[in-house]
């Protein structure tokens, strides 16, 4: 009963360094997405993939990239980290776009 | 403009009482709102998810109310457990893709 899966679960960074944070879904879903948690702040999606093959920008994508490896796979990486990308990170799947989305347990990152 | 918007913006309660928590939505078309729950330091997790036809849903001790007309809904709590503390976060789904409009939550603590 895994679910969405994030590695890691922590890292920190130095400002310039670059990073990929992975996610993995075992519940054979086709959309995926990437959102950032700030404090005081809602959800705010990053990238998403609404199915094996395509990807997509959500309303923050500026210093971020994507790539769906395979259906279960979906990974972001930051290619020249900054202290304003420091956030708590959230992988989530579903079946397909306007099903429920669940979640991994995210990756704490920090920048300094 | 579309937005989630979600009141008190915190609540300490005693064990065993009841609270309600509160949720404005400005997102048009609508189709449907979802309540989750996220535990600290864990992602969130769906409680419910209320469509347009649907004025009132329960789980368990959690009972969720929607009033399309008004765009309000509600999230009423009965007899708080200690596990109750979270933050819950109601979130409106918009656009072709069904992308999602995260409110910035309810931090709820429940003390013994």
Redesign the interface.
């Known amino acids: 009963n895994a679910g969405v899966t994030q590695t890691p679960k922590f890292q920190v960074l130095k400002t310039g360094q670059s990073m990929t944070l992975q996610c993995a879904q075992d519940m054979n879903h086709n959309s995926m997405y990437w959102y950032r948690q700030d404090p005081g702040m809602g959800l705010r999606l990053i990238y998403y993939s609404a199915s094996e093959g395509t990807t997509d920008k959500g309303e923050v994508p500026n210093g971020y990239n994507v790539s769906r490896l395979n259906k279960r796979e979906f990974s972001l990486r930051l290619e020249s980290a900054a202290p304003s990308q420091t956030s708590v990170y959230f992988c989530a799947s579903s079946e397909r776009a306007h099903q429920p989305q669940h979640f991994g347990d995210g990756t704490r990152l920090s920048i300094l | 403009k579309n937005q989630?918007e979600q009141s008190p913006q915190s609540l300490i309660i005693l064990e065993g009482k009841n609270c309600t928590l509160q949720c404005n939505y400005t997102v048009s078309p609508f189709?449907n709102l979802?309540w989750y729950k996220q535990d600290t330091?864990?992602?969130?997790?769906?409680l419910t998810?209320m469509t347009f036809s649907e004025n009132t849903k329960s789980n368990g001790r959690y009972t969720a109310t929607l009033d399309a007309d008004t765009k309000q809904s509600s999230l009423h709590i009965t007899a708080s457990q200690l596990s109750d503390s979270a933050s819950y976060?109601c979130v409106v789904?918009f656009g072709s893709?069904?992308?999602?409009?995260?409110?910035?939550?309810t931090k709820l603590s429940v003390k013994p």
């Open positions: 989630v189709s979802r330091g864990r992602g969130p997790v769906s998810i976060i789904p893709q069904g992308n999602l409009i995260f409110g910035k939550g």
